[in-house]
């Protein structure tokens, strides 16, 4: 919800991305945390649990090492999650990513990430 709040977004065909950083002092700020969410837009239940994993797979092949320490990232699948290609999700996600500036330059290593 917070990441909600933070004005943050950017959307592709495939998915939306929301980014929050955390302020110093909250509950694991040197760890990325992600969540998912589809709406009943995408279809019914089997349709919307099969966008989650292709949106978690998705993050899991380009998150680790890649992005800044001490985010929040809600990731919400589209009615074009379904259907689209593999690496055309993943490409949409690292291009959110880059224009929300949360790709990290490479000073603060490997981080731990949280779905």
Same mark, same amino acid.
């Given at each position: ?15 939306? =991305? ?5 302020? +110093? &002092?909250? $509950?694991?700020?040197?760890?990325? /945390?992600? #969540? ?25 092949? =380009? ?5 800044? +320490? &001490?985010? $929040?990232?809600?990731?919400?699948? /589209?009615? #074009? ?35």
């Amino acid at each position: 919800m917070a990441a909600a709040g933070g004005k943050r977004k950017w959307a592709t065909p495939g998915m939306v =991305v929301q980014v929050r950083t955390r302020r +110093p &002092g909250e $509950d694991g700020a040197s760890m990325v /945390r992600v #969540g998912f969410t589809t709406s009943r837009k995408i279809g019914n239940a089997v349709q919307r649990n099969r966008a989650r994993r292709r949106l978690r797979a998705c993050v899991d092949d =380009v998150l680790p090492g890649r992005v800044k +320490p &001490g985010l $929040d990232i809600v990731v919400i699948g /589209r009615l #074009g999650t379904r259907d689209r290609p593999f690496s055309a999700l993943k490409d949409d996600f690292v291009q959110c990513l880059k224009k929300l500036d949360a790709l990290d330059n490479g000073e603060h290593g490997t981080q731990g990430f949280t779905s």
